[in-house]
Antibody
């Protein structure tokens, strides 16, 4: 079954870091870029960054440049998103999403994880 | 950064209606635009990409048009399952989304 399975909900204190994982199955992991998109409660979608599971290269939205790290483990078909320096404004549902067309970066997403809720609260 | 602005923010309509949602880009994005549908508690679902290409499995009552800075998503005959929030996404320069349009039952 083609799917992205994300890690569970996290509660973090301000200033902490969080890691969200996204495990791919049912397709060739290294052929499709993985993006991260977040959604604050009651708000719209915000693109954060993208990683190439094959080579490991990444690209970030400018606002996350200093806080966002994306990595991958090809042995487990898993992509990781690490966000540091958390504030209450980082409270959101974090989604991983697969680029629709393989072997290239096309920037629209046909397969999404169910989301991982990150709550930042003191 | 390219800003995407959707209108209206909320749209009330009835089953069987034809509705149109507009998305405007702050600069030309050619046809590098996608539309998504999101229901409460669910991840977004891809409907249309490259402004007018219907994703596989999406009903033909959905259509997209436009290029440059102005785009539309049209639903020709609303069905009960279509009441949701819709987002446009530009991918001409990295990616950014519109603020969403909530389609409500009148």
């Amino acid at each position: 079954q083609v799917q992205l399975v994300q890690s569970g909900a996290e509660v973090k204190k301000p200033g902490a870091s969080v890691r969200v994982s996204c495990k791919a199955s049912g397709y060739t992991f290294t052929s499709f870029y993985i993006h991260w998109v977040r959604q604050a409660p009651g708000q719209g979608l915000e693109w954060m960054g993208v990683t190439d599971p094959s080579g490991g290269t990444t690209n970030h939205a400018v606002k996350f440049l200093d806080r966002l790290t994306m990595t991958r483990d090809t042995s487990t078909n898993t992509v990781y998103m690490d966000l540091s320096g958390l504030t209450s404004e980082d409270t959101a549902m974090y989604y991983c999403a697969r680029d629709k067309i393989g072997d290239g970066l096309y920037w629209f997403f046909d397969l999404w994880g169910r989301g991982s809720l990150v709550t930042v609260s003191s | 950064d390219i800003q995407m602005t959707q209108s209206p923010s909320t749209l009330s309509a009835s089953v069987g209606d034809r509705v149109t949602i507009t998305c405007r880009a702050s600069q030309s994005i050619s046809s590098w635009l996608a539309w998504y549908q999101q229901k409460p508690g669910k991840a977004p679902k891809l409907l249309i990409y490259e402004a007018s290409t219907l994703e596989s499995g999406v009903p033909s009552r959905f259509s997209g048009s436009g290029s440059g800075t102005e785009f539309t998503l049209t639903i020709s005959r609303l069905q009960p399952d279509d009441f949701a929030t819709y987002y446009c996404q530009q991918y001409s320069s990295y990616s950014s989304f519109g603020q969403g349009t909530k389609l409500e039952i009148k």
